[in-house]
């Protein structure tokens, strides 16, 4: 299994632009220590907000069967302090014969869809296909409102079946206006270095989805191995990360609808990594990409930057005939405070951005919570401060996770490990 601080890391342009300010005394609260059994470990993906208030959520590992959970945390009620904790389904990673199934070990979170319905990928499958570990599967989890409760029931949109329509999708899926679904798969395809795909709802319930590889990696030039979700952009152009190439240390590409039914997408590699020759460059982009109101795309890279450490960049993109996206690295971590190996992806908010460093730094080096801000003034300088240091304890440690933020600007977020159990916590940042 990929285990998201180890056997993930298997897979401005000038050092002026980038300066450290220190820790801010941000509070940290932590909202669910979980437990392993029965109610999951290692919560990867972070959190989404629910329309009741609630926040729902992923693990990579534990539940009933160790395949993982899907779980919801209520805020606490009036006059209480503690959140509360309820299994909405344990995957089975039992079920292994088909053609019953089940998505299993999901790293990607949950994103709503249409009718209230959550999507997800699981890393794993439990069928026998690929490997003992099977080629994972997208599934949904739809609710059911009756005498004021809501209860969810879960099942399988698609199992993938490794070359050629992909192996072990990763990272959040994206929904269009029609209801489809897009994604990647880190491994298979037709060269075994990944796909992009998309998933067509059926036109009559109860028929199967219809699955088309929109995209083959050759782990070329055109790079390999994706390991996040994509990004939507104007026209329905399609955004993401490898993190391999055959030239470099990973890719930002781009894929273009046909303008013609049948035909195929194009796919454009906006930047190599590992080939620019700038000191601070990126090397193995792990996280979805997000883009502000003009268009200009920013990410983290597991390792490069000034240390090989990680780094926060920035592409904006070409100007009116042209065709060069601008690169620049507007932060390089050092471990001397700030943390390392940045994994998640960033969440903007108003001017500046918030993120998470999974590996090493910070106190006792487990991680942190930063932001990064534009500059002010006329400086041409980003600035990094850590809101937030894991000490490993209660508080957890390797958060992983992308953050979400509330109306009052507290972070939301998960740790992999860590907590009481052990088990990875849901925590609050308050800046």
Known sequence: MIH???????????????????IAAAAETTLYGFQC?????????????????????TTFAGGLSQGGTIFDL????????????????????????????????PMGGLVLGQAGVFYGTGYHSADFGCDDSGCGAVYALTPKRQHMVTTYHESVVYDFLGMPDGQNPIGNLVVDSTGALYGVTTYGGTA?????????????????WTNTTLYNFQNGTDGGFPAAGLLFG???????????SGSGTGTVFKLTPPTKSGHPWT???????????????????????????????????LFGGTDGLGAVFRLLPPKAGKNHWNYATLYSFTNSGDGALP??????KANAMYGTTEGTGGTGSYG???????????????????LYQFTGGADGKYPFSTLIADSAGNLYGTTEVGGPQKCGVAFEVTP
């Not at 990594?273 to 193995?284: E, K, N």
């Not at 994994?343 to 903007?348: E, P, Q, S």
Request: aromatic share 6%; glycine share 12%.
């Open 192 to 208: 075994g270095a990944g796909t992009v795909f998309e998933l067509t709802p059926p036109a009559a319930a109860g028929q199967p």
């Open 368 to 386: 942190t919570v930063f932001e990064i801000a534009p500059p002010t003034g006329g400086s041409t300088t980003w600035t990094e401060t850590t």
């Open 37 to 57: 059994t029965p109610d999951g470990s290692e919560p990867l993906a972070g959190l989404v907000p629910a329309k009741s208030g609630n926040l729902l959520g």
């Open 234 to 244: 104007t026209g329905g152009v399609l955004y993401g990360t490898t993190a391999d």
């Open 343 to 348: 994994g998640a992806a960033l969440l903007l």
């Open 4 to 22: 998201a601080n180890r056997a993930i890391t298997a897979l401005c342009a000038t050092l002026a632009c980038v300066a450290y300010v220190g």
């Open 74 to 105: 209520a805020p606490p009620a009036s006059g209480e302090t503690n959140w509360t904790e309820s299994v909405l389904y344990s995957f089975d990673s039992q079920t292994e014969q088909p053609p019953v199934t089940d998505a299993v070990h």
């Open 267 to 301: 796919e454009t590699v906006l930047y190599t990594f590992g080939i620019s020759g700038a000191p601070d460059d990126g090397a193995q982009p792990m996280a979805t990409l997000v883009a502000n109101k003009n268009g200009a795309l920013f990410g983290t890279t």
